[in-house]
Nanobody, 115 residues
């Protein structure tokens, strides 16, 4: 079993920055992908950024150049540095870990960007 605990959400004005953290615990294999998804009210959950255990990142086009994903395999944990935030970045952000064809999710942390 895997547990994911997010922190770092909050409210910020457009143009501001936030840093999300996600700590993982439980049975975690060496080969996995960790990342962040978000869900705005009335919309489907969408990928924000993911990073492989070899530190290869993938970003959604809407956040490329503004967000940076990183991970610490020793802890293990994954982070999302969000800069130049826009109102359309508002939503619940969920940490994800994918290993052995299984997906694990955190409880979510709210990010609200006001104009």
């Amino acid at each position: 079993q895997v547990q994911l605990v997010e922190s770092g959400g909050g409210s910020v004005q457009a143009g501001g920055s936030l840093r999300l953290s996600c700590a993982a615990s439980g049975t975690i294999y060496a080969i996995n992908t960790m990342g962040w998804y978000r869900q705005a009210p009335g919309k489907q959950r969408e990928l924000v950024a993911v990073i492989s255990n070899t530190n290869f990142p993938t970003y959604a086009g809407s956040v490329k150049g503004r967000f940076t994903i990183s991970r610490d395999n020793a802890k293990p944990a994954v982070y999302l540095e969000m800069n130049s935030l826009k109102p359309e970045d508002t939503g619940a952000y969920y940490c994800n870990l994918r290993q052995s064809r299984s997906d694990y999710w955190g409880q979510g942390t709210q990010v609200t960007v006001s104009s």
